[in-house]
């Protein structure tokens, strides 16, 4: 894969700030221009690198005096509680062609423990970035991701994670729908992913079969090569997700997720990669399916893949066409919704996809229901490609404009400025109950 020429961003909710530091995200402004990758400071890469590998089997805790070096899978093992102390740095060893590389596996039964905080957060990250040599480029795939598995339940009973070889401790799912897998808060993964075989990856954050009692707030996936968020099955209910720039879908759902998500920001770099199949655009802002084909081809297995998403801010590009050309082949759909699977979205705001919102043709429209949402589509606000239509109560604005609507919001395209998602509305990520949740722990310049 090709280095990826990144952009400078600082992003906040509310409040237009007219500088900003790459170490630090505090303010709203960012030029378009191509800058060279800036390393985490001095006090960080200068710090002893520790390298791990196999699995964990007693309760573990990783320091920040450390940086921690992931070699190929680390599996916690059921029983045992990895714990990551605020303000530590996790990277992985020099990837090897063909071989599985810098994975973090929370097995079922075992426990993560990784809370930081808004001035300290967790950061996985390019080794690259942790080089101290400002010369050398994080790129998609330079850490492998984070995985949770759970014993809650998910459509098809027992299922091998994606992107990993079959070994039974990357098994999932069960009966308890409120299983504990730990938490995770104030947490970012930069660069993550693993191609397995086509269709096959490693996201920045995945989880399956997790369950409500494991807490996920306050966290931002950058720049994976695959997905940013996906739930496979569960009930865990996060909140105050970010996905940044990630090759395939901002966030997706498969087998049965069930959990409720609130505040969540979706946001595309023009010219990071995007994922194809068959040649054609399949980058989403939200995909969500019931199950795949091979596991049931009516998709009707139960429970049906239903998430509650309330104040999601979904951005695509200001234009259809943008200077410099957007890298083929782009983007699809803000939220695809197909393959059985059902949704309720609340209080979003949708904008900068060729389709806003679609029911595919195998989706019944009638299972969805938009309460509250601005929608837009340079070709489609929403689309019904099978049977029923949307149900939708309270707002449902919609448009098809040439430049795409910030419904409100005061600038939210990557490439076009200055961002700011801004004014706190009753609509989207940023509302006067969230307050400016992105401040200080959140990291777009690279």
Known sequence: MKKVSLVALCLAA????????????????FDNRSTAATDYPSSVTSLPVTTVSGDI????????????????????????TLTINAGTFIKSTVNTAGVQNGVLVIAKGAKINAVGTASNPIVFTSRYLLDGNNATVGKPGDFGGVILLGNAVINVGDKLIEGLA??????YGGTNDADNSGTIKFVRIEFAGYVLAPNVEVNSLTLGGVGSGTTIDHVQASYGLDDGFEFFGGKVSPKFLISFANDDDQFDFDNGFTGTIQFAIGVVDAYSTHSASSGASDSNGIESDNNAPAEDATFSKLPKTHPTLSNFSVIGTSAATLSPAITAPGLKWAFRNRRGAEATVNNSLFT????????DVDANASLVALNNVSVHGFTAATSVLGTGAFVTSGVLNT????????????????????????????RGAITSASGNWLATWTKFTF
């Open 14 to 29: 509310g409040i237009l700030v007219t500088s900003c530091k790459k170490e630090a995200n505090n303010g709203a402004s």
């Open 57 to 80: 089997t007693t309760n573990t805790t990783w320091d920040a005096a450390h940086v921690w070096e992931i070699s190929g899978v680390v599996t916690v093992r059921s029983g045992a």
């Open 166 to 171: 079959d070994d039974p401790k990357f098994h």
């Open 352 to 359: 900068g996809y060729p389709t806003g919102i679609v029911a």
């Open 399 to 426: 448009s098809t404009a040439t430049a795409a609507p910030t419904w409100g919001m005061t600038q939210p395209f990557y490439n076009s400025g200055a961002v700011n998602l801004g004014p706190a509305q009753t």
